[in-house]
């Protein structure tokens, strides 16, 4: 019976030395996965100067080498792999890739990923703050009646989801936001809505391609000044 009583106490103890182990391995672990890529990092940095670029984007998993590139004078544009279309890099104008798994640098043809169709779960994303994540990036984009924002994308046959994240400061009169997105010079969808002081939560423009689609046009205005902290379009 001694035997037994013991044995959740033996349990007890090789869970702690089983905790133990983690609390001192993970980290270690952490770390060495943190620094496993910065010598190839710091060979395409390299490479990247040679090329005179400044720019280059950057996989989210390899936030961490975000100081690396900044020390060596490139500013790096985090992408989601799974999820980034290809327009996205002509949207940032950014001619090179880092690719994960393992890291490898690529020369992106800007031309040719224009027009490149955003295939379904995928989605191009202009980010100009962040500012509920950590201080702004850059100030947000200023909309005014007078100076809209346009952006041209290449859309083809589908169904696509519009998202803005659009705001206006307090002592200000209330704007209405317009959105308009055009396909060869055709008008093909629009909306209006009123701004909020507070972005609790993207609006939301559904919107349908009819086959080819093509070159398309997207115009955000407002009725009075008011901010843009990004906006996105996403496949069906």
Not at 154 to 165: A, D, V
Not at 177 to 189: C, F, H, Q, R
């Amino acid at each position: 019976m001694r035997h037994f009583r013991r044995r959740p106490f033996l349990l007890w103890d090789l869970s702690l030395v089983a905790g133990a182990i983690f609390v001192v391995a993970y980290p270690t672990v952490r770390v060495f996965k943190l620094r496993e890529h910065r010598p190839s990092v710091a060979r395409m940095a390299s490479a990247l100067v040679e090329q005179q670029a400044d720019r280059v984007a950057l996989p989210h998993s390899m936030r961490p080498e975000v100081p690396q590139l900044l020390r060596k004078g490139i500013t790096p544009v985090l992408y989601d792999p799974t999820r980034t279309a290809s327009q996205q890099f002509v949207l940032l104008n950014v001619t090179y890739r880092i690719e994960p798994n393992p890291p490898s640098l690529t020369r992106l043809d800007l031309k040719l990923l224009r027009t490149t169709p955003i295939s379904p779960g995928q989605s191009i994303r202009e980010e100009f703050s962040r500012p509920f994540i950590y201080s702004p990036i850059q100030p947000s984009f200023k909309l005014t009646s007078e100076t809209p924002l346009e952006r041209s994308v290449f859309l083809s046959g589908g169904r696509y989801e519009l998202t803005l994240e659009v705001f206006f400061k307090k002592n200000k009169p209330q704007p209405t936001i317009s959105v308009l997105v055009s396909v060869g010079g055709a008008p093909l969808v629009y909306d209006e809505f009123d701004a909020r002081r507070v972005v609790y939560a993207p609006a939301w423009v559904p919107f349908e391609v009819l086959p080819p689609g093509g070159d398309a046009t997207l115009t955000i205005t407002s009725s009075s000044t008011a901010y843009i902290h990004a906006w996105e379009i996403e496949a069906k």
